[in-house]
């Protein structure tokens, strides 16, 4: 019987490998063809400010519907696109579009950051291509921004990758804002970032999951945001969903706060609507 078992669940296996394989592949074919920006499209979620209730800025993130598979997250198509390399055309055209937003919602008086969700291939793109940093140097000009206002936001991950931090400090250095995405998620050495050139630390969703549960995950929250403000960064809590969540982390002395109690992903257009929170 265990035979019989271990023989079915191999076949389940082998099937189930198979489909993911087949959706990989067309996942694959249909980035291609998509081309930048076909098929793409973008939701900003408003950052609020803590202690004022402000919306502050706004992170961009990327939706694509597929012409067969229909509606797919970001966490399967981005690695994906990583891997075939169609994440550069891709992270370009979100940079423009992005940018071009930002200078919108400007003109239309609401002064808000972008924050970009910036993946490590981008930054070893090939040298005949034009880098993250020019192709951010020159939409900021044209469009008159704040660099400052610009928050690249890159993974804990790439702390530890030498020629990634080469570029993540060049653009540190020319005033683009950092960001430290999903802090925490992973195994987190606390000593990078003394050396890292980032402004702020985005402290991960598995924190708040947790923090009404168990309440000493208030206290690790509340000594990764002292010693934030230590080294001269803030601090972002990303998804509070609900108004306890959003007491214990405030209590915690966290900046700032994104999630689906304050606002979920919006399209562009109603942004706007938030005007009087701005
Ligand atoms: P992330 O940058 O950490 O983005 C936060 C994710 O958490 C988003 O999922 C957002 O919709 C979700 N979220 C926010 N508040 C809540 C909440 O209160 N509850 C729950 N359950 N979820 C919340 P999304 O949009 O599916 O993005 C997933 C990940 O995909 C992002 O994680 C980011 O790593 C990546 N991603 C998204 N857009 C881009 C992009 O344009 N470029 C790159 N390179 N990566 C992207
Ligand atoms: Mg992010
Ligand atoms: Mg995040
Ligand atoms: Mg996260």
């Given at each position: 019987r265990d035979a019989a078992n271990a023989g079915r669940s191999v076949?389940?296996?082998?099937?189930?490998?198979?489909?993911?394989?087949?959706?990989?592949?067309?996942i694959e074919d249909g980035l291609w063809a998509s081309r930048a920006g076909?098929?793409?499209s973008l939701l900003y979620q408003p950052k609020v400010?803590?202690?004022?209730?402000?919306?502050?800025?706004?992170?961009?993130?990327?939706?694509?519907?597929?012409?067969?598979?229909?509606?797919?997250?970001p966490a399967e198509f981005i690695p994906v696109a990583e891997r075939t390399r169609t994440i550069n055309p891709l992270g370009e055209?979100?940079?423009?579009?992005?940018?071009?937003?930002?200078?919108?919602?400007?003109?239309?008086?609401?002064?808000?950051?972008?924050?970009?969700?910036?993946?490590?291939?981008?930054?070893?793109?090939?040298?005949?291509?034009?880098?993250?940093l020019e192709i951010l140097v020159d939409e900021c000009a044209r469009l008159d921004l704040d660099r400052r206002k610009v928050e690249l936001e890159?993974?804990?991950?790439?702390?530890?990758d030498e020629r990634a931090m080469v570029q993540v400090?060049?653009?540190?250095?020319?005033?683009?804002?950092?960001?430290?995405?999903?802090?925490?998620?992973?195994?987190?050495?606390?000593?990078?970032?003394?050396?890292s050139p980032a402004n702020t630390l985005k402290i991960d969703k598995s924190f708040v999951d947790n923090?009404?549960?168990?309440?000493?995950?208030?206290?690790?929250?509340?000594?990764?945001?002292?010693?934030?403000?230590?080294?001269?960064?803030?601090?972002?809590v990303e998804g509070i969903e609900h108004i306890r969540q959003l007491v214990a982390v405030a209590g915690a002395g966290c900046d700032y706060g994104?999630?689906?109690?304050?606002?979920?992903?919006?399209?562009?257009?109603?942004?706007?609507d938030l005007r009087q929170a701005a």
């Open positions: 076949s389940v296996f082998a099937s189930d490998l198979r489909k993911r394989l087949a959706r990989s592949r067309a076909a098929g793409i400010e803590i202690h004022s209730g402000r919306v502050t800025g706004v992170e961009a993130l990327m939706r694509w519907s597929h012409p067969e598979l229909g509606a797919i997250s055209w979100l940079i423009r579009e992005s940018l071009r937003q930002q200078a919108d919602w400007r003109r239309d008086g609401m002064d808000l950051s972008m924050a970009i969700n910036i993946s490590p291939v981008q930054l070893l793109v090939e040298p005949s291509h034009a880098s993250v890159i993974t804990e991950g790439m702390l530890t400090r060049r653009l540190a250095d020319a005033g683009f804002s950092i960001g430290i995405d999903d802090f925490g998620r992973d195994h987190s050495a606390l000593s990078l970032l003394v050396e923090v009404l549960r168990n309440p000493r995950q208030a206290t690790i929250i509340r000594f990764i945001t002292e010693l934030a403000h230590d080294l001269g960064m803030r601090t972002v994104q999630g689906y109690f304050y606002y979920r992903p919006m399209c562009a257009g109603r942004i706007l």
